[in-house]
């Protein structure tokens, strides 16, 4: 005897109107703008067409795509269209922001660099044992403090100094 293959209901056709509970609202736009993004991706790969989608979530957040980019196709539309003209436009646009955008990324990687430098000499600092840097502590007091005071501050800031130095496990030199 031949056992029955399980039915399942397979992909069905979804009726096209708003869905009601806002949770399976948001998870449908979650998966169905990458989908409709890798469609519009696919029509500008195999067909050469200029595609921008701007699309907002139900929170109201915006996702745009756009080949070669959401800016060129809109500023292409908001022209009038235009063939070639446009065309070299766009493509023009497409390179002035992409050089502006390598210029960002080269500033960001160089102040990181200046960031890692500046890291790695205030650990060599701080391993070394080195207290001759200035801190804040090593400002002048205002001449109108009395003696008392001063004292207490002095105490203050050595107890704050020795407190730091545990937490970081380095030598103070006091």
């Not at 436009?89 to 992409?98: D, S």
């Not at 650990?123 to 003696?147: I, P, Q």
């Not at 001063?150 to 105490?155: I, T």
Request: aromatic residues 6%; positive net charge.
């Amino acid at each position: 005897m031949a056992e029955a293959k399980k039915q399942t209901p397979g992909r069905r056709r979804i009726a096209c109107k708003i869905i009601e509970d806002k949770a399976a609202r948001e998870v449908t736009f979650s998966k169905r703008h990458q989908g409709m993004f890798r469609k519009a991706s696919e029509l500008a790969i195999l067909c050469g067409a200029q595609v921008a989608i701007i699309a907002y979530s139900p929170h109201g957040n915006p996702f745009v795509f756009g080949h070669p980019s959401a800016d060129a196709v809109i500023d292409r539309y908001n022209s009038g269209g235009g063939g070639a003209q446009a065309s070299e436009a766009a493509t023009a646009a497409a390179l002035r922001a992409f050089d502006e955008h390598k210029k960002q990324y080269r500033d960001a990687v160089s102040k990181l660099e200046e960031a890692k430098r500046d890291a790695i000499e205030a650990r060599e600092r701080r391993a070394a044992g080195n207290c001759s840097g200035h801190m804040w502590w090593d400002g002048h007091v205002d001449d109108g403090v009395g003696v008392e005071e001063l004292e207490h501050y002095v105490a203050s800031l050595e107890n704050l100094m020795k407190r730091v130095a545990d937490k970081l496990d380095i030598r103070v030199c006091v």
